[in-house]
């Protein structure tokens, strides 16, 4: 049996704002203090969390990592599409980094190679060739363990706090080359109530 679901595209402001109200959340003293209570449940952005501590700052680290992840394909498309430059080789390279250059890992799927298709100078081991060194680092020590099998092995929210500097320093190069249309946490929200 086959299973393949139909899938889009999610918004880019989605993921950014994600990011930015858990980055908020994270750097809030009510939350690190109820993160060491056993007041249930933890209120995120996201969700309502009622299980370990160390479970909640590895799952809120993993979404904004896919978040980045997820923005950086993204941005890449929309450059190259509005650089009349994007084929359907491209589009392909695009949506799977893995592809442009096998066995290269993760960081330098996302960070090196798909920028180097909108112009060379764009990959972070250029624009920042120190951050590229510890963004690697970072991919190999939290990163790909959080994605593989593992989870913070202890409640420190200064271990989220520290992995979300990276991925902000990583929004922070994107918003270089690719500006949002938007300023996060500044869209107007609405929340409609029945029989208010």
């Not at 003293?29 to 007041?39: G, K, P, V, W």
């Not at 890449?76 to 980094?97: D, F, H």
């Amino acid at each position: 049996m086959a299973f393949d679901p139909p899938m889009g595209n999610i918004p880019l402001w989605n993921l950014r704002e994600e990011f930015y109200y858990t980055k908020q959340l994270l750097r809030s003293e009510r939350f690190a203090a109820a993160l060491h209570s056993s007041d249930r449940p933890l209120k995120t952005p996201i969700l309502d969390w009622r299980g370990s501590d160390a479970d909640l700052l590895s799952l809120l680290v993993q979404r904004a990592i896919l978040g980045v992840e997820s923005y950086t394909i993204g941005a890449a498309w929309i450059k190259l599409s509005e650089l009349g430059c994007m084929t359907t080789e491209l589009n392909k390279k695009v949506r799977n980094p893995f592809s442009i250059k096998a066995r290269s890992g993760t960081a330098s799927a996302y960070y090196h190679h798909l920028p180097e298709l909108i112009h060379p100078e764009l990959s972070i081991a250029v624009v920042d060739p120190e951050f590229w060194v510890e963004l690697k680092h970072f991919y190999s020590k939290v990163r790909n363990p959080l994605f593989h099998g593992s989870h913070f092995a202890r409640a420190d929210i200064n271990d989220a706090v520290k992995s979300f500097w990276f991925i902000e320093e990583l929004y922070s190069w994107l918003d270089q080359w690719h500006k949002p249309e938007w300023v996060p946490g500044q869209r107007l929200s609405v929340v409609l109530k029945v029989n208010a």
